[in-house]
């Protein structure tokens, strides 16, 4: 197995059964939008929903929505969605 899947599970094994489900029910546009505002980014939604188009744009819009929902991600006063 790939030693970065691994790391990955280490990790995720360190944290409580509430955050472990909580990444278990990521999607993956999820994990594309956390990983695009991971490297110091920030954006606004219309803009992050145009990351992917696998998915209907209305899906795309509720699972940022979760995000900002579950507290991984917030807007400030401009709109502007950051990671928390």
């Not at 899947?5 to 990790?11: A, G, P, V």
């Not at 360190?14 to 505002?37: A, E, H, M």
């Not at 509720?62 to 991600?73: A, E, M, S, T, V």
């Amino acid at each position: 197995m790939d030693k970065k899947i691994i790391k990955f599970f280490d990790e995720i094994s360190k944290l409580s059964k509430k955050q472990q489900k909580t990444v278990s029910d990521l999607s993956y546009f999820q994990y594309q939008v956390i990983s695009y505002l991971r490297q110091g980014k920030k954006d606004k939604i219309v803009n992050l929903i145009n990351l992917d188009k696998r998915t209907s744009r209305a899906q795309r819009y509720r699972y940022i929505k979760h995000l900002i929902r579950i507290g991984l991600c917030k807007t400030d006063q401009f709109g502007f969605v950051t990671l928390n």
